[in-house]
T-cell receptor
Framework: ELKVEQNPLFLSMQEGKNYTIYCNYS?????LYWYRQDPGKSLESLFV?????AVKQEGRLMASLDTKARLSTLHITAAVHDLSATYFC?????????????FGEGTQLTVNP | DGGITQSPKYLFRKEGQNVTLSCEQN?????MYWYRQDPGQGLRLIYY???????QKGDIAEGYSVSREKKESFPLTVTSAQKNPTAFYLC???????????FGPGTRLTVL
């Protein structure tokens, strides 16, 4: 059974600071996704990481994937209040068509002025 | 505009009732999914369908049923057998090539 663990689960940080969210998973997979969820809202796709060593960046967020370590990171650079949200990683179980994702519990990020 | 719609946005159910949540997509995606989210938790897969007239159970299928008669539609029925149905329900779809899933706005179900 695939397990996905995120840490930390809660993160409070000041504007302008850097921090990293970690996503560990228990079985082999070559595809990992990051999503953002604002309170009471649906999920928005942030990054798709498709291979070992993949790195994607969008604004102040950068995601990477190490399939050998079964680890993905979401790095936040110079945080701003607008980044406050819950961030989920999800791992693809590897079926040949469509995708079956297992989600982590989410990291609730609060960026304080 | 292409996208996924879910209705209703809010739904109230009395104990013992079955209710059906609607999910429609015009993205021409083959695969569709239903997830449940409880407060402060991640998403758990209820059912998924990779093609019309076919669907598979996810991790928490007990007390739920689905149908996939059309490519665009994947309704979820929450039956009276689901003992704790109060949750936020999210529908998603994805294209044939393994790609990210696109989520609808969700339905918040409350049992009275």
């Amino acid at each position: 059974e695939l397990k996905v663990e995120q840490n930390p689960l809660f993160l409070s940080m000041q504007e302008g600071k850097n921090y990293t969210i970690y996503c560990n998973y228990s079985t082999t997979s070559d595809r990992l996704y990051w999503y953002r969820q604002d309170p009471g809202k649906s999920l928005e796709s942030l990054f798709v990481l498709l291979s070992n060593g993949a790195v994607k960046q969008e604004g102040r967020l950068m995601a990477s994937l190490d399939t050998k370590a079964r680890l993905s990171t979401l790095h936040i650079t110079a945080a701003v209040h607008d980044l406050s949200a819950t961030y989920f990683c999800a791992v693809d179980s590897g079926e040949t068509s469509g995708s079956r994702l297992t989600f982590g519990e989410g990291t609730q990020l609060t960026v304080n002025p | 505009d292409g996208g996924i719609t879910q209705s209703p946005k809010y739904l109230f159910r009395k104990e013992g009732q079955n209710v059906t949540l609607s999910c429609e997509q015009n993205l021409n995606h083959d695969a569709m999914y239903w997830y449940r989210q409880d407060p402060g938790q991640g998403l758990r897969l209820i059912y998924y369908s990779q093609i019309v007239n076919d669907f598979q159970k996810g991790d928490i299928a007990e007390g739920y049923s689905v149908s996939r008669e059309k490519k665009e539609s994947f309704p979820l029925t929450v039956t009276s057998a689901q003992k704790n149905p109060t949750a936020f329900y999210l529908c998603a779809s994805s294209p044939p090539v393994r790609d990210t899933q696109y989520f609808g706005p969700g339905t918040r179900l409350t049992v009275l």
